[in-house]
């Protein structure tokens, strides 16, 4: 060993990698990293380098393969998960994810999950419909993730859970392509759904509707939904609420089943869409904010 391989063995952690990727400091942290301690010794100080050293890296991936499983798991919790799978090699990976599933945390597998993988993605999205609390964000991680071909059968699961407010999340699947993946059929059930939550406010997001989707509702429902969705539109901004914009003729046609029973309803409705598509803020407003 050089006399300056022995002095990087007396720095600290901290100050090798600080070094990194120097060929010394690269040497001194494949001499240290001898188990998975002292792997996670090395992603403490490491933070956020990247991990393109190719010798680091090959090193890194062995201590890992000779590891048992359900070490690696005791050993990195995980918040450590991020760190630790950037570093490793498509083997590691598989043989970590392919050990016992019910090891692997919700989030861990979900990052170990490609977007392809429809048995992957659906058990993951069972577990997140088996919470207790069910975090609606989760869900709509998964189905962001879920390619074409693998989101038909996570809908599926969506629509059939007894809970109306999973039921509505089918409302704001992301991306415009997924998008057309939902059915008109689908749209109605999720809208039935969405007017029968307690919460004015079932999901944290909604897509543009077509103003058409609501005319398979029930009058009282058809109206909940309509208030309930333009709520999530901001006011004096002139948006579009709707796509295609509707005629004013279609948007009254719309609103007809129920104008007389719940004119109420039916009049706030009309009062908050003008808000939305065609009125500019009050003038004691815009005053108060200059």
């Known amino acids: 060993m050089s006399f300056f391989d022995q002095a990087y063995d007396e720095m600290s952690w901290q100050e090798i990698c600080y070094r990194l990727p120097g060929d010394l400091a690269v040497r001194a942290v494949i001499r240290r990293v001898t188990n998975l301690e002292t792997l996670r010794m090395l992603f403490d ?54 050990h016992d599933p019910d090891k692997l945390g919700t989030k861990f597998l979900f990052n170990l999950t490609d977007a392809n993988d429809s048995e992957g993605l659906q058990t993951i999205f069972d577990r997140i419909l088996k919470e207790d609390i069910v975090n609606d964000s989760h869900l709509r991680a998964v189905l962001r993730k879920a390619d074409d071909t693998c989101l038909a059968p996570l809908l599926d699961k969506l629509l059939k859970d007894s809970r109306p407010e999973i039921r509505a999340n089918i409302l704001c699947i992301p991306g415009l392509t997924n998008k057309e993946l939902v059915s008109d059929h689908q749209r109605v059930i999720g809208l039935k759904a ?20 609501f005319s ?10 309509l208030e309930r969705y333009l709520g999530y539109f901001p006011h004096y901004n002139r948006v579009k609420a709707f796509n295609p914009v509707p005629t004013e003729e279609e948007f009254k046609m719309i609103l007809f089943a129920g104008c007389i029973e719940h004119n109420d309803i039916v009049t706030r409705i009309n009062e908050l869409y003008e808000k939305i598509t065609n009125m500019d803020p009050p003038k004691e407003e815009a005053e108060e904010d200059e």
């Open 45 to 98: 100080n490491l933070g956020n380098q990247p991990s393109n050293v190719k010798e680091l890296k090959e090193h890194v991936n062995s201590v890992v393969a000779e590891s048992e499983l359900d070490d690696i798991f005791e050993e990195f919790e995980q918040s450590y998960h991020p760190t630790l799978f950037n570093w490793l090699t498509q083997n590691n990976i598989d043989r970590i994810r392919t």
């Open 194 to 213: 969405f007017a029968k939550c307690v919460s004015s406010r079932p999901i944290a997001s909604i897509n543009v509707l077509s103003v058409h989707a």
């Open 216 to 225: 398979s509702l029930r009058p009282l429902e058809r109206l909940t939904a």
